[in-house]
């Protein structure tokens, strides 16, 4: 894992919008699997900036999002696919039909996972994927005790995470108790992953992935077996670290052709 300490949050985010848009130059065919929330919305004004100012180009880019909520249609103001359209798709160049998002009123839930499993490998699998983390460790949906080896499915939210949620919808009662999410084992099958974890909130969750033992409780200490793994946090989320100060000091000590 490459831990990356930022001092603030817009500074994390534009660095990992910045990875992004490096790949897309190097591959603008490349494809990009999607995170909402909170988290993200720093990297996807970046992109856009970049999309705007910078004539970064995504005609050729294919995007795979990580989740959806059941029961929620594309039109409701807290589905992912309509977070993904107001905050990153509607403002570049993407073409719809290279977008891909689980589909929250799929009748045949374990017949649409499999699709969009399918579907990722026809595309030759992700290039980068982006992370946010939970503050119970959980990465895209999967909550702790998830798999490590788990593939796309439904899964049932805790009762922490609903309530995390609860500031997109109109009352707590509204947020849904099921969602589609890649498994564990389909973000680790993408080529490369950028965790970004912003804010005291995730200082825990953070120590106990990059640091901790490798379980199932924490789904996101089984990045370490990932081997191309970049973790950005702004100084408040790295503030439970333990060796905080070494990965500062790896990072400045970098070869040149390494930075990014
Ligand atoms: P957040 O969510 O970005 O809104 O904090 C992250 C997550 O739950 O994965």
Request: one cysteine or more; proline letters at 5%.
């Amino acid at each position: 894992m490459e831990i990356v300490i930022e001092s603030n949050s817009e500074r994390a985010g534009v660095l990992a919008a910045r990875l992004i848009a490096r790949l897309v130059r190097e591959k603008p065919d490349a494809v990009l699997g999607l995170a909402t929330g909170s988290t993200p919305l720093g990297v996807y004004r970046e992109l856009v900036r970049m999309h705007r100012e910078e004539h970064l180009d995504f005609s050729r880019v294919t995007t795979f999002n990580l989740d959806e909520y059941v029961g929620l249609s594309g039109a409701h103001p807290a589905s992912y696919r309509r977070f993904m359209e107001e905050n990153l798709f509607s403002q570049i160049n993407v073409a719809p039909q290279n977008v891909f998002i689980p589909d929250g009123m799929a009748s045949d839930v374990p017949g649409f996972c499999r699709e969009y499993e399918d579907r990722i490998r026809a595309h030759g699998g992700i290039d980068v994927q982006l992370l946010g983390i939970g503050g119970d460790g959980h990465i895209g949906f999967n909550e702790p005790s998830s798999s490590l080896a788990s593939r796309t499915r439904i899964k049932t939210l805790t009762p922490k995470t609903r309530q995390d949620n609860a500031r997109f919808f109109a009352s707590p009662e509204e947020v849904p108790h099921h969602v589609i999410t890649m498994g564990v084992g389909t973000i680790l099958d993408a080529r490369q992953v950028v965790l970004l974890a912003l804010g005291a909130g995730k200082a825990r969750a953070v120590r106990e992935a990059v640091e901790g033992p490798v379980t199932a409780m924490v789904p996101a200490s089984v990045l370490q077996m990932h081997p191309s793994v970049k973790v950005l946090l702004d100084s408040q989320a790295a503030s439970e670290l333990e060796r905080s100060d070494y990965y500062r000091w790896v990072y400045e000590n970098k070869p040149d052709w390494q930075r990014f």
